[in-house]
């Protein structure tokens, strides 16, 4: 289980990413994107996008098929879990050079902020894993009128 990054200490990058404990902070309008640290040999690049109506986290995982790709809503976190199988035979390969990663990865990510994780959806297109966390509309500073009763 991924364990909650305190918020204590923050650093600023120039590139807009925020550096807490250890874990990167990916800030998108009203939503912070939270990135947790697993025990995973890999862990695929990702890049967080915002939309008018939508998060957009994508991952890079070239070669995995979507069948090999399992991405979980558990709580206030995303889960991405999967597997880049080898794609040589076992033990009859000499190799002079391997620089391709192979093998289980996982990513996790704590979601705060104004979305609806319960409509997550995710996609596997040329090696992008696309994952569309919507936003839910903002609610601050709407007006709506109260009925009066009597009674």
Partial sequence: MSKKIGVSRSHKRSSGEV??????VRRAGHVLL???PVDSACQPLSDVVEAEDAV????EIPGVAAASVQVRV??????????????????????????RIFGKFQRAFEVRGSVNL??????LANGILLIT???????????????????
């Fill in 19 to 24: 550096r807490e404990e250890g874990a990167a």
């Fill in 34 to 36: 939270l990135d947790l």
């Fill in 56 to 59: 957009r986290l994508l991952l």
């Fill in 74 to 99: 558990v709580g206030n976190r995303i889960e991405i879990t999967g597997e880049k199988i080898p794609d040589f035979p076992a033990g009859e390969t000499s190799f002079l050079c391997l620089e």
């Fill in 118 to 123: 319960g409509e997550v959806s995710a996609r």
């Fill in 133 to 151: 966390i919507p936003k839910v509309a903002e609610r601050r500073g709407r007006e709506r009128r109260i009925p009066v009763t009597t009674g």
